[in-house]
């Protein structure tokens, strides 16, 4: 597990990082949420700073304890992209979220590729549909399309 598990962590944090991009002020992300670093919302305030270092520790910190959480809600046997794939589509939408999800439910019913896929349910932001490229979101597509590619290179069925 402790292998899985680390080379799993290796390529999520830099795909979350290149996924969420950089800032290191506050800011409202397109839903509104106040977001800083690689993503980061928890306990972030409008003003808040952040160093390159300081982001970067973040950011290892939350994806780890992300994905220990989605390895929790994984009963099926899965490889490093998969639970890599599956952290960076929690670290997006919120680990209930992913609790609650078809990908979930498809991953651990032993279908991996219909998980993989069910991923690509999840396209809107802020109630928008991000499919929509005016509504200013299409990143989130680009971005579920990675994820997808990713579990879908580490599926064992």
Same mark, same amino acid.
């Given at each position: ?124 932001? !802020? ?26 290179? !580490?599926?064992?069925?």
């Amino acid at each position: 597990m402790a292998a899985m598990f680390g080379a799993a962590l290796l390529i999520a944090v830099p795909f979350i990082t290149s996924k969420e991009g950089e800032r290191l002020r506050a800011y409202q992300d397109v839903a509104g949420v106040w977001t800083i670093c690689h993503g980061e919302t928890l306990g972030v305030k409008p003003g808040d700073r952040k160093t390159k270092a300081e982001c970067d520790t973040m950011t290892k910190n939350r994806t780890y304890q992300f994905m220990s959480q989605v390895y929790t809600a994984i009963k099926a046997d899965v490889s490093p992209e998969v639970l890599a794939a599956c952290t960076s589509f929690a670290y997006n939408i919120g680990i209930n979220g992913f609790r609650s999800s078809t990908a979930l439910k498809q991953i651990n019913a032993g279908n991996g590729s219909a998980g993989c896929r069910a991923m690509m349910n999840w396209y809107t932001a !802020g109630g928008k549909d991000c499919r929509i490229k005016k509504n200013g979101c299409s990143g989130l597509i680009t971005r579920r399309k990675a994820e997808v590619d990713l579990c879908l290179k !580490g599926v064992i069925n």
